[in-house]
Structure formats: C-alpha cells, structure tokens
C-alpha cells in the first residue's frame, strides 16, 4: 500500500539513547532537558529568535488568537486544512473567508480590503502547501488597518523567502509538528513571535497560567511538549536536510512525468527556498480527479483530496453568512496530493504518473 505521506522514523536506537536520558533524568515534562535542547537547537536551524514549543499545532494556533487578544472576525482562507477555521470558531471569534490566489493556493490579498469591518482585529493566513502568501501587501493592508497577522505555518518547515525564514513574517507563526509533517515529534508544535514579551506570555499561558507555586499571571492552558515528544524531535533534526533533498529529487521526478499533461502543478515562487512538503496537482475537472483518484486507489495507492471541501462550504463555520469563494471551492473539488514521502521509490512514481495520466480524456 502505498499513502499520500509516511511518517519518518529515525533509527530505533537513537531514539532509545533519547529515552535512557529521559529514564535517567526522571523527567517527563515541565521544561525538561530535552524540551529545552529541542526549542533551542529549532530555533537555530529556523533562523527564528522567541519560539515556544507547545503539544501540537491546534494549541499553537489557541495560544496565538489569546496572546494577541483577538475579538471579534478574524479574515482567513478557505483553502487550509479545516484547523485553522475551527481554531476562530472555537476561540469565540468569527473567520470571514477570502477566496484565493488561483496560483499559489494562498490568501488573496487584493481581495482582504474588500471584507475589514469594525469588527476585524486580524488576519489569519496559511501558507498553503509551505508556498509564501503574499507577505508583503498582508502586512501593508495589516499596518493601514490596525491588524494583527497569524499565519499557519504547519506547512513550512524550513522554507525561506529571500534567505530568511517565512515564520519570521506576521505577528506570530505557527508550526504543526504532528506525524505525518515534514519534521515531525508524533505530535507537537510550535508558536513563533516577532515580539519578545508576547512569546514570554505565551510561555506562562502553556503552563497553566503560571510558573511554581506561588506566581500566578494569567488564565492559561496545559499545552506544554513532553520529553518523549521532544525525543523523537531531536532524533529527526539531525537529519532534515536528507529528508527535504529526498523529496525535492521526487518532486522533481513528478514534474518531469507529467510536465506535458493537462494537470497543474505550482512552481516554486522565484526567492522561496522549498521543502517539498507536499505534491499537489489540480485536475482539469472534478471527474477526471475522481476518475484518477478511484484508478489509483483501485491499485492501493491513497493520494488525498487536501484540502476539501472548501471550509466557507461548511455549515458551522457560516456565523457571518455564506461567502462564495469560487477559486477556492473549484480548487477543492479538483485537487489531490500525490504520494511523497522518503521511501518513495522510482518505480512506484512512475507507476502512480502512469495511472492518473491514462484517466485524464
């Protein structure tokens, strides 16, 4: 069977080595040796200064919308994975949905004007499949609005904009370290702050609120990254890099299979530095995406529709009313992300090209 990712396990014994210092230290969670090696030797190779690791990306993006204590709507996109919606929702506020660039799957930002009320205290944008949003004019119309900026950044690690880390960009980003990302800690994640003292509050509302038994600051939450989890980061970091030139060796086959076919694939943005976190293709219809997607499974072969449905389609997430969003919702409806993974063999590419390329009429 072959999935759309497979998770990277690192070898077993380094892993182990990880858990004898664990079993040695006595030290599950709360700011132990290994939570506090992994936020460091992260914040290194991401080229980022105030980064707390939190218990998974969901948390990330909780702790962001109270830190910056937002109210009221929050612009989003309607193409993301259906988290980043929810986490408005669920926080009490309102996602007001922006239909997308038809290139980049990200936000678009000649069209966030257009829906800034009164009542809209932020931007929350993903940078869809680890390519850019248009960062620059997000924070042009963020600055001319008084807005504060979030972007989920779950899908990229690693990736860079003109030499720096795209998680630099925006008030906060935040990273989703869950088993089947890139770089993963089975689960986990991270928030990253441009401003210090935010990161600093974002720090004690992890753990509850406070620190010790007798400094209490605020209302917090137990998001905090156990050890075990940590472990498995430190195991994987040494050998990002591989796992990154791995895939781009596999996007590159891809690109080469399918270059003359009626389906499109993003280039990488002139300036990005790429991980290769995904393998999106938009088909020219939704029947021949499901014609595709049905041959390929037939053959136990399980790409995924990532993302639908489009997230304005959703019922619970219409507080403010329908808004069609129609480059997002036809994107929905054709796209799916092929395999890629590490393991990934040529044979096994060109088998899953050869398939989706036999349904297209």
């Known amino acids: 069977m072959i999935t759309v990712t497979k998770t990277f396990f690192p070898p077993f014994e380094d892993y182990q080595a990880k858990l004898r210092q664990i079993w040695e230290s006595g030290w599950l969670t709360n700011d ?56 408005i929702a669920w926080e009490g506020c309102t996602p007001v949905f922006v239909d997308i660039d038809e290139k980049t799957f990200c936000i678009g930002p000649d069209l966030i004007e257009s829906v800034i009320t009164e009542k809209t205290s932020a931007i929350m944008a993903t940078h869809v499949y680890g390519y850019p949003c248009d960062v620059e004019k997000i924070a042009e119309i963020a600055g001319k609005h008084n807005l504060k900026v979030i972007y989920d950044g779950a899908h990229c690690f690693g990736v860079k904009l003109n030499g720096q880390s795209l998680l630099v960009q925006g008030d906060i980003s935040t990273l989703s370290f869950h088993a089947t990302k890139l770089f993963h800690t089975a689960e986990g994640g991270a928030v990253i702050c441009r401003d210090e003292n935010v990161s600093k509050r974002i720090g004690v509302m992890k753990r509850f609120g406070h620190f010790g038994e007798d400094d209490y600051q605020e209302i917090g939450i137990n998001a905090k990254m156990s050890e075990l989890h940590a472990a498995m980061g430190l195991c994987i970091l040494p050998v990002i890099d591989q796992i990154i030139e791995r895939r781009r060796q596999i996007a590159t086959l891809y690109d080469e299979l399918i270059k003359n076919s009626q389906l499109y694939h993003s280039n990488v943005p002139h300036g990005v530095e790429y991980n290769y976190n995904y393998y999106p293709v938009l088909f020219p219809t939704h029947e021949d995406m499901m014609r595709a997607r049905k041959a390929l499974m037939d053959k136990d072969i399980y790409p995924r529709r990532y993302f639908y449905p489009s997230l304005n389609t959703l019922p619970y997430l219409q507080q403010a009313g329908y808004k069609t969003c129609p480059v997002s919702e036809s994107a929905a409806m054709r796209v799916l992300c092929l395999p890629l993974y590490s393991e990934l063999q040529t ?14 009429k």
């Open 32 to 87: 132990g040796q290994l939570g506090n090696e992994l936020a460091i030797k992260l914040g290194q190779y991401l080229g980022v200064s105030h980064i707390e690791l939190v218990a998974n990306g969901m948390l990330a993006l909780q702790l962001a919308i109270n830190a910056l204590d937002l109210k009221g709507e929050i612009i989003t996109t309607p193409f993301s994975y259906v988290a980043t919606a929810n986490v």
């Open 347 to 360: 044979e096994e590419i060109n088998q899953i090209a050869q398939i989706i390329l036999g349904t297209i």
